[in-house]
């Protein structure tokens, strides 16, 4: 049904105040009066509306307020539910337009003016308006909630200030540009205020939408909106009427009129169900699950897929902090780590090959940095992926002053014998694993590893507070593709620069140099500069080694072959992040 | 104790003291050292030790040959073009053992050929070494924390089933908070507190003491029921009347009433003990990685996919079991004789 | 009457101290229920600071003590950190599954032992006696998860009984007797892996306390007055051995309570399992005292009414 022009223009005001002043509950009689939809049409080959999605998730989501932190559950949960104005395409890895349908940048790169889409409804049938969105970003900005979202808002260390600009348009003013741009708009839901705004103003703002709250309660602009949830068992979402992306053939979307999560903690069992058919999508396969239920995958109508490597990077460090209160055992060994040529014999020891093949049976990619090849945009194709090679180790070692006694241990200068421990998080068996190879490597080199897992607080404990540990496996997952996403990382000031915290300044040149160029990215809107510096930032990270980098996972899901336009990709979320365009083959 | 059991108790001892030895001795039994990794070989079935070479005569040699695995390590396929003789007392890796250090083993083959007589895990160790050094720290721990529950519970059970009154009431009090207490959060905050520099195994013994000392409850109440009834019984009470002391009584008359209970308990705790190790491991209060212990080589079991395609993984648990057994049944012929029970 | 009085302060005094103790040990470990926000970089540590006031998770543990005692008095249990709900209203949904499931295996557990037991120790020795005591220390050789990991490849072969869950997806919809026997045969698996994790012990405990009621010389006078040996051995010989075996009963449901916590992980049985479970690795702390005040009022009842059964059966104590 498209409108024409001036009809909307003639009504937009009037509609708009009415929209806003009347608030209503899904009520049939304004929906002559709103303005229509202005749909977003996807490019996606049409489907065939109708049927189920039976989903396993390995954890209960906690709560379905998207301004309370969440956990991984609630996140995919709660992103079926809700929209945002401008949303990064998991597969182009690129922001399209989402609730907003246009926008503009000005030329100094500090203003962002966006128009949102008319005659946009909740999923209880109440407009989403421009004050919707004011609304919205008040609650992400409020600095008595806490959201865990509100840091992304703040740019050079001002909050971003959000303005109407007009029935349709919002205006985001900023302190100075900012390289990733628009991007930072995606996953900021857009929160209806005629349920949330009394319980705001009352201060229970946290307490909203739990678990326990009846679906009347929640409404979002998502796909999909609340239905039943058994708490241990299931969590049903219904088809959104009022969602706003048609396909094709002018269909409304989604396809698919119910979306069930069944909670599973134990992936095996996840996996028989998935074998048995009663589970339609499985994803965070482990490669052994992977490759067992692969077997007979095609008999049973299954596709078991490999989505290439994720995002999540694993590496070793070592501790580097001066601080003065570290024990004397680690200030000792610390002369050790601190040489560059010491951490680039350990780099060219260990055997990422053969962690490839024995940890995630050659589900996963070696790295030599921290952008993996799932990467579009940023990965460095001319950075060095050196091999392994324990004679280059060995000779790296004898050029900085260590030698070896004769029952092959290695001596420093001082001819103490190298040895150290690596402190890795036990609840994770893949990277104790991964230590496990790393301390047979280095035995071949001479020097004894002793592997102390630890509970994970107490890990964190060690390495974020009392710096009382040697070296240590960690793993990090980037939040976006953009690299600007993990500057607190390589920011000497930065609060994750794991390997040397709490610096006002950097310690060393290449660090200064790093500073320098992630903060020049933050703020340089041309695409291709900013590729230059992350490139030079990337060599910089290779040359140094703070991060020994070592292997990458794949994304490896299980499907049923019937459900159409499904396609794993490396952001989150892998499986659903076209939720609203899945549906059931006929044949 | 007649003919029949003394050759009974004989023959079992002799069993448990072979499975023991082949446990202390692992650095003579095992042809390899449990932390080499041969990753070319990732979970290798165990090698096919043949006795018939090729032409199809049988040898009193046994010999095995060589395999390889594909990309990622499955569908080993032997290859027939050599073949390596077993040999025996033959020189290999070095080993420690009473302080001296040894490198003879009791069988092996010469490189490149490998005997993996249980195969291999996902490293490419052998399971067979892996599983005979891990009995000595699995065996250990379940006695050491068994003896310590029992001795903690026995003493105090029978305390509070003795002597009753506001003792037995203080004990059991005690007993009830000990058992419903979540100790899990003080052994992650001892486990984070110990030094770094510790060694791995110490750190676990720490970890094995504090779970034996914290397990006395339930064996203290089964005493103490025991103790209570016992304490009434008319021969106690004449006892008593001849001028009997209290140690005299417990120990003559309330102690051998209390053994059933006691040794029925030690049989079962050893065997849970060894695999709560399973769950220590688990959340990663374990022994650091090369070390085996039956514990964290039954975790790398704990997956459908490896359940089913590696099923000799399960040798620790087989390598286990005996061991019980030989407990259970000492155990009971043990029993039997302190009870005074007819068979 | 006074005996039972001062029992039942026993109970609140071990509640107050079990707290107390719980507290502190949460206390001791290092980490908190943030520590995941901690190496997100694109969090900020003065969010996550501005968090832990909000949580009062900054506080030290005595005055975090004392703010759950204070809300204990209004009637209820605590604030889950992760769910941003009272604890006590997620704790009782799943409870009402794990006692059912914990209750029906320590019944079917004790059945079974207590046959099979009895039937072992009148027939000692014998080669049926031993293989059931190779079964038991086999069980025992067999750690939990791996017999899980067994019972859900049967299921999955045979594809009699269902792979896990309480009930099917379409629960709703059916019949009562459909529902019923959904239920049950989901209620299958969970049920087996219990009562095979029990077994171990109470067989043996049964059948040794049983040989040695056997001993007692009035049986023998009994059998001289040409008792039947079926009633000798229950009504007799039983009530003797029952000693050690009530303290037993009073175990039972406390460590069924406990290693149902694996089981429903495993097998997705909607209890307090999966629940706890991840509230402990993620520090939740008030949802685990909640849930360790609840399974330590079912295990400190379970010796309680132990105790006062002991009492009532074995007059030989009540005179001293």
């Not at chain 1, 399209?96 to 203003?111: H, Q, Y």
């Not at chain 1, 499986?575 to 549906?583: I, K, R, S, T």
Request: glycine share 8%.
């Amino acid at each position: 049904m498209i409108f024409s022009g001036t009809t909307i223009r003639r009504h937009a005001s009037w509609l708009a105040l009415l929209a806003i002043s009347v608030p209503c509950r899904g009520a049939a009689q304004e929906i002559s009066k709103k303005p229509p939809l202005e749909f977003l049409r996807t490019e996606t080959p049409a489907g065939i509306s109708g049927g189920r999605l039976v989903v396993s998730l390995s954890a209960e989501p906690k709560t379905f307020n998207p301004i309370v932190l969440a956990d991984d559950a609630s996140k995919i949960v709660v992103g079926s539910l809700v929209s945002d104005l401008i949303h990064i395409n998991r597969s182009s890895q690129l922001p399209e337009p989402a609730l907003a349908k246009s926008w503009s940048v000005s030329p100094d790169g500090r203003k962002y003016t966006v128009n949102l889409r008319r005659g946009l409804q909740f999923s209880d049938g109440h407009p989403l308006t421009v004050d919707d969105v004011l609304f919205s970003f008040q609650l992400y900005l409020d600095e008595g909630l806490h959201a865990p979202q509100r840091d992304l808002l703040i740019i050079n260390d001002k909050p971003i200030v959000v303005k109407k600009a007009g029935p349709e348009t919002i205006v985001f003013e900023l302190s100075k540009p900012y390289g990733p741009g628009v991007r930072l708009f995606d996953s900021f839901a857009i929160l209806p205020r005629h349920l949330l705004e009394s319980k705001y103003r009352k201060g229970e703002l946290g307490q909203a939408w739990t678990t326990a709250a009846a679906p009347a309660e929640l409404a979002g602009a998502g796909p999909f909106r609340f239905k039943q949830y058994v708490p241990g068992q299931k969590l049903v979402l219904e088809r959104n009427p009022y969602y706003w992306k048609v396909d094709q053939n002018n269909n409304r979307l989604p396809y698919l009129n119910e979306l069930v999560f069944l909670f599973i903690a134990n992936q095996d069992a996840a996996s028989l169900r998935f074998q048995s058919g009663e589970i339609d999508l499985l994803s965070h396969l482990t490669p052994q699950n992977f490759a067992s239920l692969a077997k007979h995958a095609e008999a049973r109508g299954l596709r078991l897929l490999d989505g290439g490597a994720s995002l999540e990077w694993n590496f070793l460090f070592f501790n580097l902090n001066d601080n003065k209160n570290l024990s004397h055992e680690i200030t000792r060994k610390q002369a050790w780590f601190s040489s560059i040529a010491f951490r680039q014999a350990v780099a060219s020891a260990v055997d990422r090959p053969g962690m490839v093949r024995l940890i995630y049976q050659g589900k996963a990619t070696a790295i030599w940095g921290p952008v993996t090849p799932g990467n579009k945009a940023w990965l460095d194709a001319a950075l060095p992926q050196p091999g392994r090679s324990t004679e280059r180790a060995r000779q790296l070692l004898r050029d900085a002053g260590f030698s070896w006694d004769r029952n092959g241990a290695l001596l420093d200068s001082r001819q103490q014998q190298v040895q150290f421990s690596i402190v890795g998080a036990s609840s994770n068996p893949e990277r104790m694993s991964m230590a496990t190879m790393v301390q047979e490597d280095l035995r071949q080199i001479g020097i004894h590893v002793s592997l102390v897992p630890l509970e994970f607080g107490a890990l964190l404990h060690r390495i974020l507070d009392t710096h009382d540990y040697e070296a240590c496996i960690l793993g990090l997952g980037s939040g976006d593709t953009d690299p600007n996403a993990d500057s607190n990382v390589w920011l000497s000031n930065g609060e994750t620069h794991i390997w040397n915290l709490h610096r006002k300044s950097p310690s060393t040149p290449w660090e200064a140099e790093i500073d320098d160029l992630m903060n020049k990215q933050a703020s340089e809107p041309d695409f291709e500069k900013r590729k230059k510096e992350f490139d030079r930032v990337q060599q910089l990270l290779a040359a140094n080694e703070p991060l020994i980098f070592l292997v990458s996972p794949h994304v490896l899901v299980g499907v049923k072959s019937k459900l159409g336009n499904f396609q794993p990709v490396v952001m989150d979320p892998v499986d659903l992040w076209n939720v609203d365009e899945l549906y059931w083959k006929t044949k | 104790m007649n003919k029949m059991q003394h050759h009974k108790l004989f023959l079992l001892t002799m069993v448990l003291a072979v499975l023991h030895a082949a446990v202390i001795f692992a650095g003579f039994v095992a042809p390899y050292d449990p932390a080499t990794q041969n990753r070319e070989f990732a979970f290798a079935p165990p090698t096919k030790i043949h006795f018939t070479n090729s032409a199809g005569q049988f040898t009193w040699r046994p010999f095995v040959r060589s395999s390889k695995g594909d990309e990622v390590g499955h569908s080993y396929r032997e290859d027939t073009s050599e073949l390596f003789p077993m040999r025996f007392f033959v020189h290999g890796d070095r080993y420690r053992i009473a302080g001296m250090s040894m490198s003879v083993h009791l069988f092996g083959v010469d490189a490149p050929g490998r005997v993996f007589t249980l195969g291999t895990d996902s490293f490419g160790r052998d399971v067979l070494s892996r599983a005979l050094y891990g009995g000595q720290i699995s065996l250990l721990a379940g006695l050491v924390a068994t003896a310590i529950t029992l001795l903690i519970g026995t003493f105090l059970g029978g305390l509070a089933g003795f002597y009753g009154g506001w003792l037995d009431d203080a004990i059991m009090r005690v007993a009830d908070l000990f058992l419903a207490l979540p100790w899990l959060y003080l052994l992650f905050a001892i486990r984070a507190f110990l030094p770094l520099q510790m060694e791995p195994l110490q750190a676990f013994l720490v970890l094995v003491v504090v779970i034996g000392t914290v397990g006395w409850a339930r064996p203290a109440r089964l005493v103490r029921g025991v103790v209570l009834s016992a304490r009434e019984r008319n021969y106690v009470h004449a006892a008593r009347g001849f001028g009997a002391s209290d140690g005299y009584i417990v120990w003559r008359h309330i102690l051998p009433g209390a053994a059933g209970v006691i040794v029925t308990q030690a049989i079962l705790l050893i065997p849970q003990y060894v695999m709560a190790e399973i769950t220590l491991s688990f959340l990663g209060l374990g022994v650091g990685e090369p070390v085996p212990t039956w514990g964290n080589m039954l975790n790398a079991l704990m997956q459908m996919s490896v359940l089913q395609s590696y099923w000799w993984m399960i040798a620790p648990a087989l390598l286990a079991i005996p061991f019980f057994l030989g407990y259970q049944f000492l155990g009971s012929l043990w029993g039997e004789q302190v009870a005074r029970v007819k068979p | 009457m006074r005996y039972i009085l001062r029992r039942t302060l026993h109970l609140g005094f071990l509640l107050l101290g079990v707290s107390l103790l719980s507290f502190f040990f949460l206390a001791l470990a290092p980490g908190n229920f943030l520590d995941n926000l901690r190496l997100n970089p694109q969090i900020s540590t003065e969010t996550v600071a501005a968090l832990r006031v909000q949580y009062g998770l900054d506080q030290s543990a005595l005055m975090q003590y004392f703010h759950w005692l204070r809300s204990l008095m209004h009637g209820d249990f605590g604030f889950s950190l992760a769910y941003n709900q009272q604890a006590s209203a997620l704790l009782l949904p799943r409870a009402r599954n794990t006692l059912l499931l914990t209750i029906t295996a320590a019944a079917v557990s004790w059945i079974l032992s207590l046959a099979v037991g009895i039937w072992a120790a009148t027939h000692r020795n014998r080669f049926l006696d031993r293989v059931i005591s190779l079964g038991t220390t086999t069980l025992l050789g067999i750690p939990d998860l791996l017999l899980l990991l067994l019972l859900l490849l049967l299921a999955a072969r045979t594809s009699i009984l269902p792979v896990g869950g309480m009930v099917s997806l379409d629960f709703e919809a059916m019949s009562f007797t459909q529902k019923c026997t959904d239920l049950a045969a989901h209620m299958m698996l969970p049920l087996g892996a219990l009562v095979l994790g029990a077994l171990p012990t109470l067989v043996s405990h049964i059948r040794d306390a049983m040989s040695t009621a056997l001993q007692e010389p009035f049986l023998m006078a009994g059998a001289g007055h040409g008792i039947s040996r079926r009633r000798l051995v229950l009504r007799y010989a039983l009530p003797v051995a029952a000693n050690p075996l009530i303290s037993l009963i009073g175990f039972t449901v406390g460590a069924l309570l406990s290693g149902s916590l694996l089981v429903e992980m495993v097998l997705g049985w909607p209890g307090l399992g999966p629940l706890l479970l991840e509230a402990i690795m993620s520090r939740d702390i008030y949802l685990v005292i909640g849930a360790v005040m609840f399974s330590s009022f079912f295990l400190v009842g379970g010796t309680f009414l132990a105790d006062l059964f002991l009492y009532w059966n074995d007059p030989r104590i009540r005179v001293g």
